[in-house]
């Protein structure tokens, strides 16, 4: 009996870890689809950023209620997890709480601390349940949400409580059968949580405690593999990328614009016609700005699925405060979308085949890219350090500059500009009026 | 007053102190152009010695760029590059936030490096050098301002201070709105907004900001930037509160408390 179920789990969990390393690898690849771009230098600012942003989550810290419940979900989860590495040897080795007599005194003092943590992760995520369907808060109700966004968000939450209630129902039975001195369960000592519940097992007969004890040994280790395999299909995956995120984050001021160093070079030969001579052959037509997951950087594709939705950057966004159709969590939304479904088309052919789409129209509009201000509201509430300005610029460069797109005003400033060199109808001459005024 | 030209300085065989870059709306815009005179009215009154580029000055491509057009972006960067690095300009100060944002961060990659001075910084280092003295008593003593951060001088590049340490000297109550610093709304008026219709949307940005900045129950809005001047102007007028709430830039505010 005893090898069956070591075989049984060895089998559940080898094929966790099987599905979700494939998952992994398709992710690095779709992520890998955007175009190359160097961000290695400093790494002293970018490791700072992995300890203040993501492990830190400085930001998070903006509203500190959230925060505080959000750190204790984040380092709970963490924390706890600890406990799976005993949970996967016993499993493996069909031992029974195996580190008890390697830690000994101290086997107590961690299971205990990691009930206490599951007890805050339990309210944590009970009270984020409220928040989000409760309380009606604006960026949780947006539209941007609707359908599966919106039960993603509860799935995660749900199987958070769940997993933590089994751990402790667990400990719970496993305390109460220590109490009775069976042999299989091992003294650890008393657990801070469990220990204090035992009793309401007292009556229960031994061959359904350890029934319960079993059955939610099985089930906490089966839940986490399956949500091991979830996290990639979900927002929930920021768990793991806004530590890359972090590090990968601009270090530049937010207010400075990416350079366009083959547009710089075709003006420059333009005005000084004389350097054309040395410069070699351009290779093929270039492509001016982005209209489709290819052509963004593959941060802007690691930002979209480091994503988690907390609507952050849309509750200060500008425009989507005063109701236009920007939400620049949809742009993060609609970019992993649009990679996705390019990963898929690439997993059924082989490679791409053209499906006739684009992340520019089928996902995202015109409107939505026009009503940007660039003001960086965006970058700067986000917690897990993405720019989804960065991407509406590069969109709004392929309008402009490969389709000519652009509201009748805009070209009309254009002109002014290469005209008169100013945005409006001004004779360039009137341009020291003021100072013609002074001077008199 | 005398304000002279780089090239008359070039003439001279001499540099001035600093180029201060007056920008479109500085120039053009009627509004922003007090802004200007007022800035350059400090400047001969502390005396700084300075330069503007006066005919030869050009749009930095702000507009152009963040709307998405980078070959007019190039274009006017590189023409005014080449002018300034013909002059050997070293410093230049600017009273808006999006050429002084242009200027210093993305300048250099084409080839243009300068030092990049906002007017408010440069504000606060006349008071700190003890070169404005302000009035007697004071203006604005009393008053209550509440201080509106544009996005390119905050967010954009982390200048929040400078600002509010020259508004400080003023004698004045400093009030601040729920969105402010790093958080302040945008007035609406960037990534090219100023020169199209907003999107369809339940109301206007800067009807929302105007709000906003009314309701803080302040007689003296401060801005830094002749476009969210624009914007808030019409966002109070909006609320029906023009006759009692004015919307300033720094510059006029210690140029009209100066001695």
């Given at each position: 009996m005893r090898i069956v179920q070591e075989l049984l789990f060895i089998i559940a969990f080898g094929t966790a870890v099987y599905l979700f390393s494939t998952k992994v690898r398709q992710i690095r690849r779709n992520i890998l689809?955007?175009?190359?771009?160097?961000?290695?230098?400093?790494?002293?600012?970018?490791?700072?950023?992995?300890?203040?942003?993501a492990f830190g989550q400085k930001k998070m810290f903006r509203n500190p209620l959230v925060a505080v419940l959000h750190f204790f979900v984040y380092a709970g989860f963490i924390i706890i997890n600890l406990e799976i590495l005993e949970i996967i040897l016993d499993g493996i080795?069909?031992?029974?709480?195996?580190?008890?007599?390697?830690?000994?005194?101290l086997y107590p003092i961690?299971?205990?601390?990691?009930?206490?943590?599951?007890?805050?992760?339990?309210?944590?995520?009970?009270?984020?349940?409220?928040?989000?369907?409760?309380?009606?808060?604006?960026?949780?109700?947006?539209?941007?949400?609707?359908?599966?966004?919106?039960?993603?968000?509860?799935?995660?939450?749900?199987?958070?409580?769940?997993?933590?209630?089994?751990?402790?129902?667990?400990?719970?039975?496993?305390?109460?059968?220590?109490?009775?001195?069976?042999?299989?369960?091992i003294a650890t000592g008393n657990f801070l949580v469990s220990g204090s519940l035992a009793s309401i097992f007292n009556n229960t007969p031994d061959g359904t405690l350890i029934a319960i004890e079993r059955t939610c040994w099985w089930l906490h280790i089966l839940g986490i593999l399956a949500f091991l395999n979830y996290l990639?299909?979900?927002?929930?995956?920021?768990?793991?990328?806004?530590?890359?995120?972090?590090?990968?984050?601009?270090?530049?001021?937010?207010?400075?614009?990416?350079?366009?160093?083959?547009?710089?070079?075709?003006?420059?030969?333009?005005l000084q016609p004389e350097l054309a001579a040395n410069e070699p052959a351009p290779e093929g037509m270039p492509k001016f700005g982005a209209?489709?997951?290819?052509?963004?950087?593959?941060?802007?594709?690691?930002?979209?699925?480091?994503?988690?939705?907390?609507?952050?950057?849309?509750?200060?966004?500008?425009?989507?405060?005063?109701?236009?159709?920007?939400?620049?969590?949809?742009?993060?939304?609609?970019?992993?979308?649009?990679?996705?479904?390019?990963?898929?088309?690439?997993?059924?052919?082989?490679?791409?085949?053209?499906?006739g789409k684009t992340l520019l129209r089928d996902h995202i509009t015109e409107e939505e890219l026009r009503a940007?201000?660039?003001?960086?509201?965006?970058?700067?509430?986000?917690?897990?350090?993405?720019?989804?300005?960065?991407?509406?610029?590069?969109?709004?460069?392929?309008?402009?500059?490969?389709?000519?797109?652009?509201?009748?005003?805009?070209?009309g400033m254009f002109s002014n500009i290469e005209n008169n060199m100013a945005p409006w109808k001004f004779s360039m001459d009137d341009r020291d009026k003021w100072a013609e005024e002074m001077n008199q | 007053m005398q304000i002279k030209t780089m090239a008359t300085y070039a003439a001279n065989g001499e540099?001035?102190?600093?180029?201060?870059?007056?920008?479109?709306?500085?120039?053009?815009?009627?509004?922003?152009?007090?802004?200007?005179?007022?800035?350059?009215?400090?400047?001969?009154?502390?005396?700084?010695?300075?330069?503007?580029?006066g005919k030869e000055e050009s749009c930095t491509g702000d507009p152009a760029r963040r709307a998405g057009n980078e070959f007019i972006f190039q274009m006017m960067a590189q023409n005014n590059i080449q002018l300034l690095n013909m002059y050997g300009v070293k410093k230049i100060v600017t009273a808006c936030p999006h050429c002084f944002n242009i200027l210093k961060n993305e300048y250099p990659a084409l080839g243009g490096n300068y030092e990049v001075i906002h007017h408010t910084t440069f504000l606060q280092s006349l008071?700190?050098?003890?070169?404005?003295?302000?009035?007697?008593?004071?203006?604005?003593?009393?008053?209550?301002?509440?201080?509106?951060?544009?996005?390119?001088?905050?967010?954009?590049?982390?200048?929040?201070?400078?600002?509010?340490?020259?508004?400080?000297?003023?004698?004045?109550?400093?009030?601040?709105?729920?969105?402010?610093?790093?958080?302040?709304?945008?007035?609406?008026?960037?990534?090219a907004q100023m020169f199209k219709e907003e999107e369809k949307g339940t109301t206007r940005i800067n009807f929302e900001r105007g709000q906003e900045a009314v309701d803080t129950g302040a007689s003296v809005i401060a801005a830094n930037c002749p476009f969210c001047m624009t914007m808030l102007t019409d966002g109070v007028k909006e609320t029906g509160k023009e006759d009692t709430v004015k919307v300033l830039d720094i510059a006029e505010l210690i140029a009209m408390n100066m001695e």
């Amino acid at each position: 009996m005893r090898i069956v179920q070591e075989l049984l789990f060895i089998i559940a969990f080898g094929t966790a870890v099987y599905l979700f390393s494939t998952k992994v690898r398709q992710i690095r690849r779709n992520i890998l689809l955007g175009r190359d771009e160097d961000l290695n230098d400093h790494p002293d600012l970018r490791w700072k950023n992995v300890l203040l942003l993501a492990f830190g989550q400085k930001k998070m810290f903006r509203n500190p209620l959230v925060a505080v419940l959000h750190f204790f979900v984040y380092a709970g989860f963490i924390i706890i997890n600890l406990e799976i590495l005993e949970i996967i040897l016993d499993g493996i080795v069909g031992t029974h709480r195996l580190f008890v007599p390697v830690l000994g005194g101290l086997y107590p003092i961690l299971i205990s601390a990691f009930e206490v943590l599951a007890v805050l992760v339990t309210l944590g995520c009970a009270i984020f349940l409220v928040r989000r369907n409760i309380l009606k808060i604006r960026r949780f109700m947006s539209r941007d949400l609707n359908g599966w966004p919106r039960s993603d968000a509860n799935y995660i939450l749900i199987t958070e409580i769940v997993l933590m209630l089994l751990f402790l129902t667990m400990n719970t039975a496993d305390q109460q059968m220590q109490l009775r001195g069976s042999e299989h369960y091992i003294a650890t000592g008393n657990f801070l949580v469990s220990g204090s519940l035992a009793s309401i097992f007292n009556n229960t007969p031994d061959g359904t405690l350890i029934a319960i004890e079993r059955t939610c040994w099985w089930l906490h280790i089966l839940g986490i593999l399956a949500f091991l395999n979830y996290l990639p299909y979900s927002k929930h995956l920021h768990i793991i990328l806004a530590f890359p995120n972090a590090y990968y984050a601009r270090l530049e001021p937010m207010g400075e614009m990416e350079n366009m160093p083959a547009v710089q070079r075709e003006v420059q030969l333009m005005l000084q016609p004389e350097l054309a001579a040395n410069e070699p052959a351009p290779e093929g037509m270039p492509k001016f700005g982005a209209k489709d997951v290819f052509d963004l950087s593959w941060k802007n594709l690691l930002d979209a699925y480091s994503c988690t939705e907390c609507g952050r950057c849309s509750a200060a966004c500008p425009a989507n405060i005063t109701g236009k159709a920007l939400s620049p969590r949809k742009i993060m939304m609609d970019t992993r979308d649009r990679a996705e479904t390019v990963g898929r088309n690439i997993n059924e052919n082989g490679e791409f085949r053209d499906d006739g789409k684009t992340l520019l129209r089928d996902h995202i509009t015109e409107e939505e890219l026009r009503a940007c201000t660039t003001c960086n509201a965006c970058v700067q509430e986000c917690p897990v350090s993405i720019s989804p300005l960065d991407i509406i610029v590069q969109l709004r460069r392929h309008l402009v500059m490969e389709e000519s797109s652009a509201p009748a005003e805009w070209t009309g400033m254009f002109s002014n500009i290469e005209n008169n060199m100013a945005p409006w109808k001004f004779s360039m001459d009137d341009r020291d009026k003021w100072a013609e005024e002074m001077n008199q | 007053m005398q304000i002279k030209t780089m090239a008359t300085y070039a003439a001279n065989g001499e540099t001035p102190e600093i180029l201060f870059w007056v920008g479109c709306a500085g120039s053009f815009d009627q509004r922003a152009q007090k802004i200007t005179k007022a800035f350059a009215t400090i400047l001969e009154k502390t005396g700084v010695q300075f330069a503007i580029l006066g005919k030869e000055e050009s749009c930095t491509g702000d507009p152009a760029r963040r709307a998405g057009n980078e070959f007019i972006f190039q274009m006017m960067a590189q023409n005014n590059i080449q002018l300034l690095n013909m002059y050997g300009v070293k410093k230049i100060v600017t009273a808006c936030p999006h050429c002084f944002n242009i200027l210093k961060n993305e300048y250099p990659a084409l080839g243009g490096n300068y030092e990049v001075i906002h007017h408010t910084t440069f504000l606060q280092s006349l008071i700190d050098e003890g070169k404005i003295k302000m009035k007697e008593g004071g203006v604005f003593k009393g008053k209550k301002i509440t201080y509106h951060d544009s996005c390119y001088l905050g967010r954009g590049n982390n200048i929040y201070e400078a600002p509010r340490k020259v508004l400080e000297t003023l004698d004045a109550e400093l009030v601040e709105m729920k969105r402010c610093r790093s958080k302040g709304l945008c007035c609406g008026a960037g990534g090219a907004q100023m020169f199209k219709e907003e999107e369809k949307g339940t109301t206007r940005i800067n009807f929302e900001r105007g709000q906003e900045a009314v309701d803080t129950g302040a007689s003296v809005i401060a801005a830094n930037c002749p476009f969210c001047m624009t914007m808030l102007t019409d966002g109070v007028k909006e609320t029906g509160k023009e006759d009692t709430v004015k919307v300033l830039d720094i510059a006029e505010l210690i140029a009209m408390n100066m001695e």
